[in-house]
């Protein structure tokens, strides 16, 4: 049998000789990238998975034409530095690594990554220059130590499958909702206590596996979402229990009742409110984030109650599970929680 520096030996000669475009190092037990590979200008395609790589020389970086770079199950414990330089690429494989550390500047160096694969390492954050990645459509950091996901991840708007499965994730940025072409959201076994109000807005949404968090309810409108497959066993939904309550008196404070004025006049375009409204930017970052009474529709800021309602998988959204599922609902008083026709119920906080 051959010596594994043989064998890379021959495989190197054969594609300098060729011309090759790809080059194929995977399982040769090999430790460094051999000094030649630099050399293959031409390399589009570079496999050296499985080995027992710990970091890439520097002169890598001659391979101006790679766009396909495989270092899974290696032994990398950051992810190499000149990589940033490789500009062309286009499918970077760096799974089953002991990877704890992704350097912002390497991200910054490939705007043309369609696929990143991290899975399978230690990684506890990302760096808001992923925000450089505006091609990727896949990204994958599958079994790592995330704890949180950077709010910059709006900016991959091309972005078609993300899975953050197996990660320690309590949240997921609000700014997830940018990412409208987003068809597969992958976050199950983590720690989320509730999924971003936006992620309704990801009309393109098929696959939602948040199975095995702490939810206890999905967000407002969640049925209006396209999906084809909900996997949500594992969480901690509210259950439809009817219970005695005492409701209190409804007192709203001036500042909440002067907002709800001002949203409800703000909406027909000809008003004076309308028409000053800019005018105001504390105001309208105020009124930004009012919400709509499920049952008048009429706008309010401070969520006067909060409430669910159940919906079924299969009559509400179509899909083939017989599933009954909590979302999230909100009123603006109890006069309109008392009022009948609704299924909306109040949730015992105790
Ligand atoms: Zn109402």
Known sequence: MAKPELAVSVSTVRTLCGGATSLNLSSKKINNVPKRVSGLTKLSVLLLNNNSITGLPADLLSLRRLSELNLGNNALKKVPSVLGHLETLKKLYLFSNQITE????????????????????????????????????????????????????????????????????????????????????????????????????????????????????????????????????????VKRKPMPSVQGAEVLALKELVARFVLRTGRDRHSWVHMRLPHYPCLTTLLANASCCAICFSPFVTTWLECVHFISLKKDMKMKTSLTVPVRALLCSYKCFN??????YGVATS
């Open 102 to 237: 992704v350097p912002p500047d390497v991200l910054g160096g490939l705007p043309n990554l369609t696929v990143l694969n991290l899975n399978h390492n230690k990684i506890q954050r990302l760096p808001a220059e992923i925000k450089s990645l505006t091609k990727l459509l896949h990204l994958s950091v599958l079994d790592n130590n995330l704890e949180e996901v950077p709010a910059e991840i709006g900016h991959l708007t091309m972005l078609s499958e993300l899975n953050l499965t197996s990660n320690k994730l309590s949240v997921l940025p609000q700014q997830l909702y940018k990412c409208k072409d987003l068809t597969k959201l992958h976050v199950a076994r983590n720690k989320l206590t509730s999924l971003p109000e936006g992620i309704t807005a990801l009309t393109k949404l098929h696959i939602l596996d948040v199975a095995g968090n702490n939810l206890s309810m999905f967000p407002v409108e969640f049925h209006l979402l396209p999906l084809k497959e909900l996997y949500c066993e594992g969480n901690r939904f």
């Open 339 to 344: 009022t009948d026709g609704h299924y909306y």
